[in-house]
């Protein structure tokens, strides 16, 4: 396992969520003369995605997340997207909040298997930031804070070897290894089947650096070629043009990471059979780990440093349905499957014995991957660093 891996997960997933809550708000949004007092307006859009990409990109934070560091668990890192997404004065309940997080998972499982080499995973990021600076383009501060993280990409990930990256990209399958949840949009573009699993393409581009498949090569013991036989591949396969920019502004070329909901199209979920009868015939292994209650008191402690923008005064939360219909909604709540459910908590971070025992015993259910040795002291600087926020 990478300890590289949870700066690309957390910033790829974070796009990918404003993706589609950038789409999802551009859709309800109502124009501000014509709007009531709880319908969204454009002015309420642009506020939400500023206020949830300034808590994300907190530059000091960001500092603490890039040092290595372990993969925090499936729900604990569902637990930070949550509190993140509700950074802000909108609100989304427990079923539009689950199709938040399995929209973004399979988006990102998909560009992650597409990445046509290791080290392209770094302009799949790269591509996410560029979409975020367009949200916040009218806000220099927050801009500024992205390209803070930029930097910091570049100065982490440029160095690092081939063999590296092909490392963070196997830790990255790993952790969505069991995720086969069904989009329509995959579904529609025939790039997902009806059982959750993606159908990838055996034609297009090639890796850059790497040549066109057809052609075997016979060297002697001097290193001489000696003899050439070719051979027919099954796909279509071509030389890309150039390789993309991993500089701070440039043409990525790769296009995975990009906003696939910009162009107006529905963004439904839907369980796969498959999928429900897996997830009833497999439960989590919840075996105590001795390390698990400190490292999950101490996300919650930065769960709960996190600033959520609350309504002041008379002003509500705004609250954003994924789904088409209030009905759908509440449907999608009844009907998904128990073991699928991330039963998300609210944590609240407190002195107090009684709620910190209590705290602790709920923690202690999580699953949580075994630190690597002098991870537990980062840690701690990360939540006494996030309690100040």
């Known amino acids: 396992m990478s300890a590289r891996t949870l700066p690309l997960?957390?910033?790829?997933?974070?796009?990918?969520?404003?993706?589609?809550?950038?789409?999802?708000?551009?859709?309800?949004?109502?124009?501000?003369?014509?709007?009531?007092?709880?319908e969204w307006t454009d002015v309420?859009?642009?506020?939400?995605?500023?206020?949830?990409?300034?808590?994300?990109?907190?530059?000091?934070?960001?500092e603490e997340l890039f040092k290595p560091q372990d993969?925090?668990?499936?729900?604990?890192?569902?637990?930070?997207?949550?509190?993140?997404?509700?950074?802000?004065?909108?609100?989304?309940?427990?079923?539009?909040?689950d199709k938040l997080y399995d929209l973004m998972?399979?988006?990102?499982?998909?560009?992650?298997?597409?990445?046509?080499?290791?080290?392209d995973i770094l302009l799949v990021t790269f591509n996410h930031l560029d979409t975020i600076k367009d949200f916040i383009s009218n806000s220099p501060g927050i801009l500024n804070q992205v390209d803070e993280t930029f930097r910091l990409l570049i100065e982490?990930?440029?160095?690092?070897?081939?063999?590296?990256?092909?490392?963070?990209?196997?830790?990255?399958?790993?952790?969505?290894?069991?995720?086969?949840?069904?989009?329509?949009?995959?579904?529609?573009?025939?790039?997902?089947?009806?059982?959750?699993?993606?159908?990838?393409?055996?034609?297009g581009p090639v890796p850059w650096g790497t040549e066109v498949p057809g052609l075997i090569r016979i060297f002697n013991h001097k290193g001489v070629e000696v003899k050439r036989a070719e051979f027919t591949t099954a796909g279509n396969y071509v030389t890309p043009q150039r390789e993309g920019s991993f500089e701070l502004y440039g043409d990525r070329v790769l296009k995975l990471g990009t906003n696939m909901y910009s162009v107006t199209r529905p963004v439904e979920t839907h369980m796969s059979g498959s999928s429900k009868k897996l997830a009833s015939q497999?439960?989590?292994?919840?075996v105590p780990n001795p390390l698990a209650k400190e490292e999950l008191n101490f996300l919650a402690r930065l769960l709960g440093g996190l600033d959520i923008q609350k309504p002041s005064g008379g002003e509500t939360g705004f609250r954003l349905n994924l789904f088409t219909t209030d009905e759908e909604e509440e449907h999608a709540a009844q009907?998904?499957?128990?073991?699928?459910?991330?039963?998300?908590?609210?944590?609240?971070?407190?002195?107090?014995?009684?709620?910190?025992?209590?705290?602790?015993?709920?923690?202690?259910?999580?699953?949580?991957?075994?630190?690597?040795?002098?991870?537990?002291?980062?840690?701690?600087d990360l939540l006494e660093l996030m309690d100040g926020l």
Do not use: W
């Open 9 to 38: 997960l957390f910033l790829n997933l974070g796009g990918e969520m404003l993706y589609i809550l950038d789409q999802r708000l551009r859709a309800q949004s109502i124009p501000g003369e014509k709007a009531r007092k709880d």
């Open 44 to 62: 309420d859009r642009k506020r939400v995605m500023n206020d949830i990409i300034s808590t994300m990109f907190n530059k000091r934070f960001m």
């Open 71 to 97: 993969l925090y668990s499936k729900k604990a890192l569902r637990t930070v997207y949550d509190r993140l997404a509700h950074a802000s004065i909108m609100r989304l309940n427990q079923a539009s909040m």
């Open 105 to 119: 998972t399979m988006a990102f499982k998909y560009q992650v298997l597409l990445c046509p080499r290791p080290r």
């Open 156 to 203: 982490t990930y440029n160095c690092l070897s081939d063999g590296e990256f092909q490392l963070i990209r196997q830790t990255l399958l790993t952790f969505f290894q069991d995720m086969h949840i069904r989009v329509s949009i995959f579904l529609k573009d025939k790039v997902q089947n009806s059982n959750g699993r993606f159908v990838l393409p055996i034609s």
């Open 282 to 286: 497999a439960k989590e292994n919840i």
């Open 335 to 380: 009907t998904r499957p128990e073991e699928l459910s991330y039963k998300v908590i609210s944590i609240e971070a407190t002195q107090e014995p009684g709620r910190r025992a209590e705290l602790s015993r709920i923690l202690g259910e999580l699953e949580v991957a075994e630190p690597r040795p002098g991870s537990a002291e980062k840690g701690e």
